[in-house]
């Protein structure tokens, strides 16, 4: 069975960083998508950055660019996602996702993701 757990949410200040994981179980990711989403109160879920385990081809939202950092572990089947000079407006559930190789549509779509984590919460105070 295919789990994505997430983990290193938190209550930071603004300015300040975070590092969240994202440990996949249950088969190798190594080909895959791995996506960081995240859904705020009454809000849409929203696509923060994408990274494919396989090569070094990552890409960001342009309202994370330059702040955010994805990395990935092959060894330990784990993505992190690195945050940088957090903003009130970065306050959100993040997700972590998998997609299966082969799909040719944006890294961005929520719905080519076929796995999910339970979220992690990061709050942002101003």
């Known amino acids: 069975q295919v789990q994505l757990v997430e983990s290193g949410g938190g209550l930071v200040q603004a300015g300040g960083s975070l590092r969240l994981s994202c440990v996949a179980s249950?088969?190798?990711?190594?080909?895959?998508?791995m996506g960081w989403f995240r859904q705020a109160p009454g809000k849409e879920r929203e696509f923060v950055g994408a990274?494919?385990?396989?090569?070094?081809?990552?890409y960001y939202a342009d309202s994370v660019k330059g702040r955010f950092t994805i990395s990935r572990d092959n060894a330990k089947n784990t993505v992190y996602l690195q945050m940088n000079s957090l903003k009130p407006e970065d306050t959100a559930v993040y997700y972590c996702?998998?997609?299966?190789?082969?799909?040719?549509?944006?890294?961005?779509?929520?719905?080519?993701?076929?796995?999910w984590g339970q979220g992690t919460q990061v709050t942002v105070s101003s």
């Open positions: 996702a998998g997609r299966p190789p082969g799909r040719v549509d944006s890294w961005a779509g929520a719905l080519s993701y076929e796995h």
């Open positions: 249950g088969r190798t990711f190594s080909s895959y998508v």
């Open positions: 990274s494919r385990w396989s090569i070094d081809n990552t």
